[in-house]
């Protein structure tokens, strides 16, 4: 893309995977890249490319992805506040389950994939033998009670720099299966458990591997100590099912503050902004 009388702009991004084929453009399909790169074209009338800081699976939610985009430095939306480029995004998004949460503009060599140093990753678990009605298509029903505490021990095993070619899926083209997860927690809400995984980067479905093994564990089909065995194996055959894509939330990406910090700005409509 010709990146001459262009600005960088980081998008702040949430969306409800069930109906979206997942970040990735498809052939067929709803997908999130794709939306929005077609209300680009619309606000802007060009052609634009987004890239993402990772690719979410179909049905996989997001509260906080960020994916970047060169826009018009001359536009009249992008010499104003934020505030016109969301609002615009969001008329064109309106009969979607994508919004875009906030924006604004960074160094050129920022790389909402390449500049990130932590992706943080939320599993919801609602354990009871009613299925759920709010939170239908966005959590994991498990009619079994979770023993959490036999899950926080079983993770320990997890932590570190390990192989983990049991925790990830046959078709995963990453050409190593060396992975490192900083941290994983698990979280008690009244009949819901909630695991959040911190790390650098994941393997194709890890996360959603690692909840399926946790859940056996939890409802003690499996001791903790046999997590440690199912990582030593290096088979996926080993470890436990692939939990559902509605159960999980890609949460919140770090990026060094040079490029990218915390301080989004926060939109509201009571304000005049010029």
């Known amino acids: 893309m010709e990146i001459e009388n262009k600005v960088k702009y980081a998008l702040l991004i949430e969306y409800n995977g069930n109906g979206l084929v997942g970040w990735q453009k498809q052939k067929e399909g709803i997908s999130v890249q794709g939306s929005i790169e077609k209300a680009a ?17 179909a049905g996989v939610h ?6 970047h985009i060169y826009l018009p430095n001359n536009h009249k939306l992008t010499t104003k506040h934020p505030f016109y480029i969301i609002s615009a995004f ?15 503009s960074v160094k050129p060599e920022f790389n909402a994939r390449f ?19 709010i939170d239908k ?25 390990h192989d983990f070619t049991s925790f990830r899926t046959i078709n995963c083209q990453a050409k190593s299966p060396i992975r490192t997860l900083d ?4 979280s008690n809400y009244a009949d819901e458990i909630v695991m ?5 980067s994941f393997l194709h479905s890890q996360v959603r591997i690692i909840a399926g093994t946790m859940v056996k564990v939890g409802d003690k089909t499996w001791e903790p100590h ?49």
């Open 196 to 200: 959040q995984v911190l790390a650098k």
């Open 226 to 274: 046999k997590v440690k065995e199912i990582l030593l194996g290096k088979d996926r055959s080993l470890a436990g099912p692939t939990a559902p894509p509605e159960g999980l939330y890609l949460e919140k990406i770090d990026y060094p503050k040079t490029l990218l910090d915390d301080n989004w700005p926060i939109i509201y409509d009571n304000k005049i902004y010029n």
């Open 183 to 186: 941290k994983i927690t698990f």
């Open 115 to 133: 500049s990130a140093i932590k992706r943080l990753y939320r599993y919801r678990i609602l354990c009871r033998a009613a299925p759920p009605g």
């Open 90 to 104: 969001n008329a064109l998004l309106k009969d979607t389950s994508i919004r875009v949460i906030s924006a604004k």
């Open 41 to 57: 074209e619309k606000i802007f009338n060009e052609k634009f490319e987004i890239q993402g800081s990772g690719r979410t699976d």
């Open 137 to 161: 298509g966005k959590v994991w029903h498990v009619r079994k009670k979770l023993d959490i505490k036999l899950m926080q021990e079983a993770v320990k095993y997890l932590i570190g720099e």
């Open 62 to 67: 997001a509260l906080g992805q960020v994916a």
